[in-house]
């Protein structure tokens, strides 16, 4: 059998003899794109497909097919381990240092726990993996392709460091030089795979054996998940996973789960006893709740205490329509709050500091001080020095280190014990206090969202609200960020269950929202959850590829995009820069901050990608149809989108 290769020489010498070739004779023109049509419409066997650059099988002698056939490659034992951990789906951007575990996936392992999820660029696979984790409550599986996949992988590696959400990346190398292939394959390869992304996940291994590999693996998932969570790296020799398994076979190691931490016993009295006596405790929570439980338990310790509670948004800690959700007055409450209880705290020092925004830059406290500040949480248990996510260092007079959801049932009880009937007494005046602020604060925003209400383009209160309307008798989930869209869902909705809000990117990087906002409604879908997502427009331009990977995969979600045709961001930035400068902020702070001449067609795009799609909307009138429209299409399991032309903020 004559190969590809000499197949298509061949046909290029005939259609050259025949006046069928790159000659552009009119006369031969439409014979030209027929005989090209035909040529593609039969495209070659698998087995002509990968005899390109290879004999086919009959050419091998007896002692060649010895070396060349492999029956229980070392890449099927990998996925016995992949499978046993649970991880239902790999996302991916294939690539040759892993093609044999590819192969081992969809054949030997069924694409069955773990499915292959085709991805069109390694940052979108990781951060459909960092989505993922904060719904599934576990990880999935990223293969990244040598030294240019986890390149491109290492931003969205970073959030999901920075986000505390678990992933595990499997990195393609070839370690062994005297066995590389020339040319691609040492561009591909490297030393220390893993060193690029070193600074910013929790663990990672180099295995040199099948059994190491099914060690490391296990205990990378064991690390990924154990409070404070975040990603790991395994890399996967090419060798090992194309070479035979040989015997003895190596044995699947058991998962043994960490229990997640919890805060010292006497500390906790010691918190309980402040927090029961304070005349004005506040609570701040940041990423603390990961489960229904944890949402309950935040519950019971504010009304044990009667403590008003600012949820920070690094997840969705308390219900938004709880009358001790107080988020919208966080800068007065801790100014005037005796002792401040922080959980999971991201920036404990901003909290109760501020930096002006100056040239000369001066910080100011802004709590009380003689504030009692509390800290309970994992951030202080694996920080790295490079990357300094960190934040500022805050002094407090007790620090208590555990995981903070784990914690709060023993937290709350020892409350209970420390707070006296006349303590508890005056509790109840000040929860009537508290629900007057919540109800005042509540009507304060629903008039402030009827501000520019009838306004093009139309205004992000008024884009939500809209969204509202039709969501709310659903079961649904908001699977992107709403600090670009003046967190009017916190403001205004409903939020009473943990996975309708889930934060974040952690890190701010660009590009997450698309990506992660897929992750997470592909884990909402075996739920039946509406995925929701309000897309920032620049933020999709990064990703837009992952559109087609939730149209293939027919991932339900609805994604609206905040279309403010700017890095709103970046252009607010500049007009600080040239106010302070006395240059004037208008006319030129667009420069390199605005998407026009011409504007992105959103719409256009996505439909190229096979996503419905709708718009550009300008008028708010023509958005709760397009909505309704766009429902219809996600509840058939599907992907929609619309473009919505709107206000900056």
Same mark, same amino acid.
């Given at each position: 059998?004559?190969?590809?290769?000499?197949?298509?020489?061949?046909?290029?010498?005939? %259609?050259?003899?025949?006046?069928?070739?790159?000659?552009?004779?009119?006369?031969?023109?439409?014979?030209?794109?027929?005989?090209?049509?035909?040529?593609?419409?039969?495209?070659?066997?698998?087995?002509?497909?990968?005899?390109?650059?290879?004999?086919?099988?009959?050419?091998?002698?007896?002692?060649?097919?010895?070396?060349?056939?492999?029956?229980?490659?070392?890449?099927?034992?990998?996925?016995?381990?992949?499978?046993?951990?649970?991880?239902?789906?790999?996302?991916?951007?294939?690539?040759?240092?892993?093609?044999?575990?590819?192969?081992?996936?969809?054949?030997?392992?069924?694409?069955?726990?773990?499915?292959?999820?085709?991805?069109?660029?390694?940052?979108?696979?990781?951060?459909?993996?960092?989505?993922?984790?904060?719904?599934?409550?576990?990880?999935l599986a990223v293969a990244c392709h040598g030294t240019v996949g986890l390149q491109h992988a290492a931003?969205?590696?970073?959030?999901?460091?920075?986000?505390?959400?678990?992933?595990?990346?499997?990195?393609?190398?070839?370690?062994?030089?005297?066995?590389?292939?020339?040319?691609?394959?040492?561009?591909? =390869?490297?030393?220390?795979?893993?060193?690029?992304?070193?600074?910013?996940?929790?663990?990672?291994?180099?295995?040199?054996?099948?059994?190491?590999?099914?060690?490391?693996?296990?205990?990378?998932?064991?690390?990924?998940?154990?409070?404070?969570?975040?990603?790991?790296?395994?890399?996967?020799?090419?060798?090992?996973?194309?070479?035979?398994?040989?015997?003895?076979?190596?044995?699947?190691?058991?998962?043994?789960?960490?229990?997640?931490?919890?805060?010292?016993?006497?500390?906790?009295?010691?918190?309980?006893?402040?927090?029961?006596?304070?005349?004005?405790?506040?609570?701040?929570?940041?990423?603390?709740?990961?489960?229904?439980?944890?949402?309950?338990?935040?519950?019971?310790?504010?009304?044990?205490?009667?403590?008003?509670?600012?949820?920070?948004?690094?997840?969705?800690?308390?219900?938004?329509?709880?009358?001790?959700?107080?988020?919208?007055?966080?800068?007065?409450?801790? =100014?005037?709050?005796?002792?401040?209880?922080?959980?999971?705290?991201?920036?404990?020092?901003?909290?109760?500091?501020?930096?002006?925004?100056?040239?000369?830059?001066?910080?100011?406290?802004?709590?009380?001080?003689?504030?009692?500040?509390?800290?309970?949480?994992?951030?202080?248990?694996?920080?790295?020095?490079?990357?300094?996510?960190?934040?500022?260092?805050?002094?407090?007079?007790?620090?208590?280190?555990?995981?903070?959801? /784990?914690?709060?049932?023993?937290?709350?009880?020892?409350?209970?014990?420390?707070?006296?009937?006349?303590?508890?007494?005056?509790?109840?005046?000040?929860?009537?206090?508290?629900?007057?602020?919540?109800?005042?604060?509540?009507?304060?925003?629903?008039?402030?969202?009827?501000?520019?209400?009838?306004?093009?383009?139309?205004?992000?209160?008024?884009?939500?609200?809209?969204?509202?309307?039709?969501?709310?008798?659903?079961?649904?989930?908001?699977?992107?960020?709403?600090?670009?869209?003046?967190s009017w869902p916190q403001r205004l909705w409903n939020m009473d269950r943990h996975y309708q809000f889930?934060?974040?990117?952690?890190?701010?990087?660009?590009?997450?929202?698309?990506?992660?906002?897929?992750?997470?409604?592909?884990?909402?879908?075996?739920?039946?959850?509406?995925?929701?997502?309000?897309?920032?427009?620049?933020?999709?331009?990064?990703?837009?590829?992952?559109?087609?990977?939730?149209?293939?995969?027919?991932?339900?979600?609805?994604?609206?995009?905040h279309n403010n045709r700017a890095y709103h961001q970046e252009l607010m930035h500049l007009q600080k820069?040239?106010?302070?400068?006395?240059?004037?902020?208008?006319?030129?702070?667009?420069?390199?901050?605005?998407?026009?001449?011409?504007?992105?067609?959103?719409?256009?795009? /996505?439909?190229?990608? %096979?996503?419905?799609?709708?718009?550009?909307?300008?008028?708010?009138?023509?958005?709760?149809?397009?909505?309704?429209?766009?429902?219809?299409?996600?509840?058939? %399991?599907?992907?929609?989108?619309?473009?919505?032309?709107?206000?900056?903020?």
């Amino acid at each position: 059998m004559a190969n590809r290769r000499e197949f298509l020489k061949g046909i290029a010498t005939v %259609g050259a003899a025949s006046g069928l070739g790159v000659a552009s004779n009119p006369a031969t023109s439409d014979a030209s794109t027929q005989a090209g049509q035909e040529l593609s419409a039969v495209p070659p066997s698998s087995r002509e497909a990968a005899m390109e650059g290879e004999r086919p099988d009959d050419d091998y002698s007896e002692t060649e097919a010895e070396h060349y056939f492999v029956d229980h490659p070392g890449s099927d034992f990998m996925v016995d381990v992949v499978k046993s951990l649970g991880i239902d789906y790999l996302a991916s951007n294939p690539g040759s240092s892993f093609r044999g575990f590819h192969e081992s996936i969809v054949n030997y392992g069924g694409n069955a726990k773990p499915e292959f999820l085709t991805c069109l660029h390694e940052e979108s696979s990781v951060a459909m993996g960092h989505g993922y984790a904060k719904i599934a409550g576990k990880p999935l599986a990223v293969a990244c392709h040598g030294t240019v996949g986890l390149q491109h992988a290492a931003m969205a590696i970073y959030n999901a460091w920075c986000d505390r959400a678990p992933v595990v990346v499997l990195a393609g190398n070839h370690l062994d030089a005297t066995e590389r292939r020339a040319g691609v394959e040492w561009a591909h =390869s490297v030393q220390d795979a893993a060193k690029l992304v070193r600074d910013f996940t929790k663990w990672d291994d180099t295995p040199m054996s099948l059994a190491h590999f099914g060690e490391s693996l296990v205990r990378a998932y064991k690390i990924a998940m154990t409070p404070p969570m975040g990603p790991v790296v395994i890399v996967m020799d090419g060798h090992l996973q194309e070479q035979e398994i040989g015997s003895p076979a190596p044995v699947v190691p058991d998962l043994s789960p960490t229990v997640p931490p919890q805060g010292d016993s006497g500390a906790l009295r010691e918190a309980a006893e402040l927090l029961a006596n304070a005349e004005r405790p506040v609570i701040l929570a940041d990423r603390t709740v990961r489960t229904a439980e944890g949402m309950a338990r935040l519950v019971a310790l504010a009304e044990a205490l009667q403590a008003p509670v600012v949820d920070r948004a690094g997840r969705l800690n308390f219900p938004t329509n709880h009358y001790l959700n107080h988020s919208g007055r966080a800068r007065g409450l801790v =100014s005037n709050a005796d002792v401040i209880l922080g959980l999971e705290l991201y920036d404990f020092w901003g909290n109760v500091n501020r930096m002006s925004d100056l040239v000369h830059r001066e910080a100011t406290r802004t709590a009380r001080a003689d504030a009692k500040l509390i800290s309970l949480g994992v951030n202080d248990l694996f920080i790295k020095s490079n990357y300094q996510s960190f934040q500022r260092y805050q002094p407090v007079d007790l620090s208590i280190a555990g995981d903070a959801e /784990a914690t709060l049932p023993a937290l709350t009880e020892e409350v209970k014990r420390a707070m006296s009937p006349e303590r508890r007494a005056g509790t109840a005046e000040r929860e009537a206090t508290l629900r007057r602020a919540h109800d005042e604060m509540r009507e304060r925003a629903k008039v402030e969202a009827t501000y520019a209400w009838n306004a093009s383009p139309i205004s992000t209160a008024r884009m939500c609200m809209e969204l509202w309307q039709q969501i709310r008798v659903r079961d649904w989930s908001m699977v992107s960020r709403t600090s670009q869209v003046s967190s009017w869902p916190q403001r205004l909705w409903n939020m009473d269950r943990h996975y309708q809000f889930i934060g974040g990117s952690g890190g701010y990087g660009v590009g997450y929202g698309a990506p992660g906002a897929v992750g997470a409604a592909l884990a909402n879908q075996e739920h039946g959850r509406l995925s929701v997502a309000i897309q920032a427009d620049g933020d999709l331009m990064y990703a837009p590829g992952v559109l087609w990977t939730a149209a293939h995969h027919h991932i339900p979600l609805l994604s609206l995009v905040h279309n403010n045709r700017a890095y709103h961001q970046e252009l607010m930035h500049l007009q600080k820069m040239a106010s302070r400068r006395r240059r004037g902020a208008d006319g030129r702070a667009k420069i390199g901050n605005v998407f026009e001449e011409p504007f992105i067609e959103f719409t256009e795009m /996505a439909r190229g990608l %096979g996503v419905w799609s709708e718009g550009p909307i300008h008028d708010p009138n023509e958005l709760a149809p397009a909505i309704a429209r766009a429902i219809d299409v996600v509840e058939q %399991g599907e992907p929609a989108l619309l473009d919505v032309v709107s206000q900056p903020r």
